[in-house]
């Protein structure tokens, strides 16, 4: 019975560092987009915030991995899809961002149900 317990509450921990996760994450989105609209002169506005949000993402699923945390691979990819955007944008290289993130999805969808399946039976 103490081990069932001790599930429960480790689960409830997992549950509570993945919130606060998903709150910080928020809360950074949110201070980035507001210091690049109020600082003037920044060269490319939208190549800074596409990095930014790629970073901020990437970063939390790493977070994530590294605390044993279910890593979310949409956020991760759409993350990596806005940081190549954001240097593809700097770097006057058109990126197929709506290209991608359907790209994306597709695959997510058909290799999900596989990797749950499999984990299953595991």
Not at 49 to 75: D, E, H, M
Not at 84 to 107: K, M, N, T
């Amino acid at each position: 019975m103490a081990n069932v317990d001790a599930r429960k509450e480790g689960t409830t921990e997992r549950k509570q560092l993945s919130e606060r996760l998903d709150e910080v994450g928020w809360a950074l989105l949110f201070l980035m987009s507001g210091a690049i609209l109020a600082v003037p002169g920044i060269p490319n506005p939208w190549a800074a915030w596409f990095i930014g949000v790629g970073a901020i993402l990437l970063g939390l699923n790493l977070v994530r991995y590294a605390s044993g945390l279910r890593v979310n691979v949409l956020t991760a990819g759409c993350g990596a899809i806005a940081a190549a955007a954001g240097v593809g944008a700097y770097l006057e290289v058109d990126v197929p961002i709506l290209a991608l993130v359907l790209v994306l999805i597709g695959a997510i969808l058909l290799v999900e149900p596989v990797v749950r399946r499999n984990a299953q039976s595991a």
